[in-house]
């Protein structure tokens, strides 16, 4: 059910849930403050309790709210990017909700670039929204595809078809140096830049960090010589689509999901996908896929 900014406003203030549009997915919104709201929001997706939802605030002046130490390179991030697909992991404030961290003594938290959606959060305070998607499953980047994934009477403020395509980088900062816990919109050569050194290798928490995720119905098989595999596949019998390599990843990641559900909507027994170039965003396209082709079924 499609809402407007004042009716969406209205339903957070009254404890529902909301899919929002943000510049990387569609995110599934309840008032970070709000326990009850935020239980609403696991039980609509089918999402297990214990993993921690991202806050999303209007502005970096918030961070304060959340965060119990803002260390210099969470200023000089959020300063570089915010409003943008970039989620800083940092020590929480003791009053955020155990059910927003999953009981962690961190908070992921970032400035979201989509105007409805900044404009709402000045209104409602901090909103705490995963992917709008039925738990595994690709993530959406448009408000159709919300009501595909969730059903036609969950409210939708429909703000297009999102510009970035896949989720937020995920950087922690929390540790005891700066780690990559998730490739997403903000290319990691980026952020590595404003920092100045090299990003580790984080732990990655559940449930993007599950090999599964992102999951087509379809099996899928990513390939670096799509044309070759797809024929030896057609030629087993199989009944193959073909999601091509991309030569700008940045535009391919803004159609990944939508491709994604289009194909799988065609009934093939094999979808073959090519992967990107390890650089930029198709550092986020490859994982996506991967985990995609991880979760999905086999021909
Ligand atoms: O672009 C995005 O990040 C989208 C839009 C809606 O903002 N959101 C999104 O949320 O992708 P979700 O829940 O699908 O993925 C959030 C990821 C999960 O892998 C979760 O484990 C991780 O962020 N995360 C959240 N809080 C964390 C924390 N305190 N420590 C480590 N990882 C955390
Ligand atoms: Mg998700």
Same mark, same amino acid.
């Given at each position: ?16 849930? /909301? ?11 309840? %008032?970070? =403050? ?6 609403? %929001? ?6 297990? %309790? ?8 209007? =502005?970096?002046?918030? *961070? ?5 130490? #803002? ?5 000089? @991030?959020? &300063?570089?990017?915010?409003? $943008? ?14 059910? /927003? ?5 961190? #908070?992921? @938290? ?11 959060? &000045? ?8 992917? &709008? ?20 009477? *969950?409210? /939708? ?8 395509? #896949? ?16 490739? +997403? +919109? ?14 580790? %290798? ?44 991309? =030569? ?18 065609? $009934? ?8 990107? &170039?390890?650089? +930029? ?19």
């Amino acid at each position: 059910m499609r809402v407007d900014a004042d009716e969406a406003a209205r339903i957070l203030r009254a404890g529902g849930i /909301v899919a929002v549009p943000t510049e990387t997915v569609y995110g599934l919104a309840a %008032v970070a =403050s709000d326990p009850v709201a935020v239980r609403r %929001v696991f039980a609509a997706k089918g999402r297990p %309790v214990d993993h921690p939802l991202i806050v999303h605030l209007a =502005s970096a002046a918030d *961070l304060g709210d959340w965060a119990a130490t #803002v260390p210099p390179a969470a200023a000089a @991030l959020a &300063a570089a990017f915010w409003p $943008g697909p970039l989620t800083l992991v940092l020590p929480r404030q003791a009053g955020v909700p155990d059910e /927003v961290t999953g009981g962690l003594d961190t #908070v992921g @938290l970032r400035v979201p670039a989509h105007p409805l959606t900044r404009a709402l959060i &000045a209104a409602t305070g901090g909103l705490a929204a995963p992917s &709008a998607n039925r738990f595994g499953r690709v993530s959406p980047t448009e408000a159709a595809h919300v009501s595909a994934e969730l059903g036609p009477a *969950l409210p /939708v403020l429909d703000g297009g078809p999102c510009a970035v395509g #896949v989720e937020s980088t995920i950087v922690d900062l929390a540790g005891p140096a700066p780690a990559l816990l998730r490739p +997403g +919109g903000v290319p990691v050569e980026a952020i590595e830049a404003v920092l100045g050194a090299p990003l580790g %290798v984080g732990v990655r928490r559940a449930p993007g960090g599950l090999p599964s995720h992102y999951a087509p119905r379809t099996a899928l098989l990513l390939s670096s010589d799509v044309e070759a595999d797809a024929a030896a596949a057609r030629a087993r019998g199989l009944r193959v689509a073909v999601l091509p390599a991309p =030569s700008d990843p940045a535009q391919h990641a803004r159609g990944l999901y939508a491709a994604l559900r289009a194909l799988d909507a065609e $009934g093939v027994d094999l979808l073959v996908a090519g992967v990107a &170039a390890e650089a +930029g965003l198709g550092r986020a396209v490859n994982d996506r896929l991967r985990r995609a082709a991880h979760g999905s079924g086999r021909p």
